[in-house]
């Protein structure tokens, strides 16, 4: 009810959904016969029993649980600071890291060989888009062939909700995006040369486009 996304409540009942598998496995109907005891089975079923292996997803849950259970201190059903009998594992830098995270020397190498390569297409421009700015893709697919400003050199994020590109956060979301030089040249000359002329079903023009 503060604000939060769609998105966040759906990850918090997944990841909650395995503490409530747990409860039913061992006969657990109220947040009262909870114990101290009872956090230290969960962990050990999260590690042994469920379908989590990488320790960060597991810290994910575990995480989510201190949640509930901080919630819940506020409403009386537990003692103050009982939350915190659940013990987050340590997650090495290996464990942490994304692979499909991708270095910024990298994207940049790889917007540098469709520029000398394959100057000007699709591929180019969303690469030296997202590489450059860090949006998220969803935020590339929502702009519109008007959002983007070529004096000015800037892209324009708008929350279209009416018309099915919803930016992650809403209205909060929208903000002008400033390109360098050579991402505008690549724009440009993706608009002149190479992007396909549709129009979608709600009338609007997407700057980012396929025949369909």
Known sequence: PWG??????????GRLAHFQAFCAKRGIEELG?????TLD???QYLREHSS??????????LGALRKLLKSC???????????????LPTVSKEEGQDERWLSREDAQAIVEHLETYRPFTKQHVVWAILAETGIRQSTLHAFDLDDYDAGARYLMAVNREETDTRLKNGYDAEREISISEDAAQALDGYIKE???PVTDEHGRDPLITTWN
């Not at 939060?4 to 009942?13: D, G, K, L, W």
């Not at 409403?75 to 659940?86: Q, S, Y």
């Open 41 to 43: 089975q969960f962990q």
């Open 52 to 61: 989590l292996e990488a320790t960060a997803s597991i810290k994910s849950c």
């Open 4 to 13: 939060v996304q769609p998105s966040t409540v759906t990850a918090h009942r």
């Open 194 to 196: 190479n992007r396909n």
């Open 33 to 37: 016969n909870v114990r101290p005891e």
């Open 73 to 87: 201190e506020r409403r009386g059903a537990f003692d103050h600071g009982f939350h915190k009998l659940v013990i």
